[in-house]
């Protein structure tokens, strides 16, 4: 009887080869116009990246825009219609999973129930005939580094849930991939062991140098993990940027919209705010970049140097978010995110509060669509 976990060609990496400092100019991975469809629908297109060695990226976006499928075709799993992979300058685009050099991490593990922690994470050096003494060592090594080692000799169904994306995860290291896939491989777990996983990957991933791309669609995951993160919307890549420029400089409204609670206003509604006619179609403004004042005291301390006008406002509603409070405010006929730090009950604003409002103008954001 067969007992192979799905996939478990590409999670042992048979033949993959072991992974090498950089070289040249080349980065670890191109990608270059990839796309794909199911039947007639698309699923991605006109994929373009450049990741250097030993970055992070995470592909985040919304479920069914295409993030996991990408992965799927790096990793060979889903055949491209189009476009082509290099890793390490090597054109892979037609190689089989297990000659591609990558190794992956599934979200829900597909570990082989019969095989204890050590044989797992053994699989794939088994499949690629390394000898027993190396293979033994190797496999203590990486048990060691994922803190697995007294639980090497326990089968999958005796463990946690986090505990067998560690083994997951050092199965996928042992082959030595050049490059890390690793789709979604926290959503399956709670809240307390998905922050202790996600900082030991990132710290993992740093000490041994290694590409990886991270698929989620956890805004505040990929803003913590990443070097770079690509937003992707409807199977397209919008916008590749540091965690700081996603954040606080989004390209456009559907960047703006999946990346936070930012309030999105045409240039004529925003115009009494910022004092001027933004030559834009819209702004962006996050509750944080809103000042609030009553009767001449600013909430949260000092403003920033360069404020719009003061426009009057009305509270109408406010939410506790922890060490937020987070306002609406009616000004001009507009409902306004606020953001101010909850220093104390006390200070908080009750509905009906008269304020004025100010925007932060240095925190303007000027979207083109």
Request: net charge neutral; proline share 6%.
């Amino acid at each position: 009887m067969s007992h192979a976990a799905p996939n478990s060609a590409l999670t042992s990496a048979p033949g993959s080869a072991p992974a090498s400092p950089a070289t040249g100019g080349e980065n670890a991975l191109h990608l270059s116009g990839l796309a794909k469809c199911f039947d007639t629908t698309p699923v991605f297109q006109e994929i373009e990246a450049d990741i250097a060695h030993g970055e992070f990226i995470t592909l985040l976006g919304p479920s069914g825009c295409g993030k996991s499928t990408l992965l799927r075709a790096i990793a060979g799993l889903t055949l491209l219609d189009q476009g082509r992979i290099r890793v390490g300058g090597d054109d892979i685009t037609y190689l089989p999973p297990q000659r591609r050099g990558v190794g992956m991490v599934f979200q829900h593990y597909a570990l082989f129930p019969n095989m204890t922690v050590a044989g797992n994470v053994a699989f794939g050096l088994r499949m690629q005939r390394v000898e027993a003494g190396e293979r033994a060592r190797r496999v203590e090594e990486v048990v060691r580094l994922v803190e697995l080692t007294d639980q090497a000799h326990k089968f999958p169904q005796q463990l946690s849930g986090g505990q067998r994306q560690r083994v997951a995860l050092a199965r996928a290291l042992v082959v030595e991939p050049r490059v890390l896939l690793m789709d979604e491989p926290l959503s399956a777990l709670d809240a307390r062991i998905r922050r202790h996983l996600r900082d030991q990957i990132r710290e993992i991933q740093r000490s041994l140098g290694l590409t990886t791309l991270f698929v989620t669609h956890d805004q505040e995951e990929a803003l913590l993990i990443s070097d770079r993160v690509f937003l992707m919307h409807q199977g397209r890549i919008l916008q590749q940027a540091s965690a700081e420029t996603l954040y606080s400089r989004p390209v456009d409204k559907a960047a703006a919209g999946f990346m936070g609670h930012y309030n999105l206003l045409e240039a004529p509604q925003a115009e009494p705010l910022l004092g001027y006619r933004s030559g834009a179609a819209r702004v962006a403004l996050r509750p944080e970049a809103l000042y609030l004042s009553v009767e001449g005291r600013t909430l949260g301390g000092d403003p920033p140097p360069h404020m719009g006008p003061a426009r009057p406002g009305v509270v109408r509603r406010q939410r506790l978010l922890g060490n937020i409070v987070r306002y609406e405010i009616e000004v001009d006929s507009l409902s306004l995110s606020v953001d101010t730090l909850n220093r104390s009950v006390r200070t908080q604003l009750a509905e009906g509060t008269r304020v004025a409002v100010q925007a932060d103008l240095d925190e303007v954001q000027e979207l083109c669509a």
